[in-house]
């Protein structure tokens, strides 16, 4: 359904130019559902807009719905639904009216517009809010609108970024149902761009890294994961033994990275759970008491830290309200 090629797009700014991806390659088959995830800044949202014909490449080319991309921008955009980073409905329109609009933008006649309006307010769960203002929707209400007005002609590939931003945990986790049921009940193609580790975990068949405007790896879920060498193991011991507790964690076998914090060691060994009785008996035998334990599966999280050297979970703290900003 996808397939890029070395797409690239740079910006110029106040003399300054920003690469802000550095020739991407992709492929999506029909069906699958892929996530796009990275930090703030990383790109995402300039792929997506590439892709979507709303931004030319400065270098590059693409099929997107078996059209090409710079010769058929017009084929791709029959073909496509997107939903912006944000959302993009006015807020000054009622719901019916918002996708009658939209409907006739994609040429339906206004009883087809509506008819379909009504059966997407359906499925989306919006049933009652026909005649609210836009602006009144909560946020789950409003993505499930966006979502909506993607779908009024019937696409069947999907480009949406990062669509649960902004939402509390339940409305994400009912939106997660919503966009599982597009591609299990309706067969859509879904192509989302997330920087949430646990949407991109739960949600997504196939996860490709971007950092930096660059794709630093690829797989399922699990397949990415399984590159992270071992379980975290974390143990807190009394003061003034926490050199000596690194000490014995480093011989254990197979262990490796170890680091302390405060009264704390981290390391990473094979398997975790095999590792705590040996890891016990030996500070036992040194006289160190252990305060506390902790055994982690590797994460998502792990995996971004190991390819990059940062952790996606800090770079989560950054300034989303910022970035928005950027894309006004
Ligand atoms: N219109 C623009 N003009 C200048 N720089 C831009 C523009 N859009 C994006 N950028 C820059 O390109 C980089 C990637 O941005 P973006 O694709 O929005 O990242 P993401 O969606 O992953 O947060 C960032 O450094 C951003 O500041
Ligand atoms: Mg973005």
Redesign the pocket.
Known sequence: MIRARGLA?S???RGRT????KGVDLDVAEGELVG?L????????????MLTTL?RPTAGEATVGGCDLLADPLGVRRRIGYVA?GGGTTGECRVQEELELQGRLYGLTKADALARGAELVERLDLAGLDQRLTKTLSGGQRRRLDIALSLIHDPKLLFF??PTTGLDPQSRANLWEHIRRLRGEHGVTLFL?T?YLDEADSLCDRILV?DN?EIVAEGTPDSLKSRVSGDGVTVGVGEGTVAAAAEVAGRLPGAHEVTTVDSSVSFRVPRGDTALPELLRALDARGIAMTSVQVRRPTLDDVFLTLTGRSLRDAEQGAPAE?EA??A
């Open positions: 797009r910006f110029t700014a920003v690469e802000a991806v796009f990275g930090p703030n800044g990383a790109g995402k949202t300039t792929t997506l807009r931004l980073q970024d990062e761009t920087h971007i405007g970035q950027v894309h």
